[in-house]
């Protein structure tokens, strides 16, 4: 029997097809991609929200944006709209910049 998550997930992953485990490891290494850069994007955030010596609330105030949804902008957790992160950016005074991504 296993004994954790981990060890049954290895257990099935050994049955899979060479092509699954291929899909499964592009998959799993565009997640991790995506939660870092969700987690780069909440520290900037922050970090340029309290250089402006704004809380969560004051900000919230600012935007429009609900403070929950700015918590998990800075968490790493949330999904922001391209609208939601210029309004953010402009009441920081910042500028939203894309760049290309290599991957």
Do not use: C, H
């Not at 010596?53 to 790493?76: H, N, V």
């Amino acid at each position: 029997m296993a004994k954790d998550f981990n060890e049954l997930a290895d257990r099935a992953k050994a049955t899979w097809s060479e092509e699954t485990q291929g899909v499964y490891t592009a998959a799993s290494s565009e997640f991790a991609a995506e939660v870092s850069e969700r987690a780069e994007l909440g520290a900037l955030l922050a970090t340029a929200r309290k250089a402006r010596s704004l809380t969560q609330p004051a900000l919230s105030d600012l935007t429009g944006i609900q403070q929950a949804e700015i918590s998990r902008i800075e968490r790493g957790t949330g999904n922001p709209t391209a609208s939601t992160l210029l309004r953010l950016a402009d009441a920081l005074g910042q500028k939203l910049t894309l760049v290309p991504v290599s991957r």
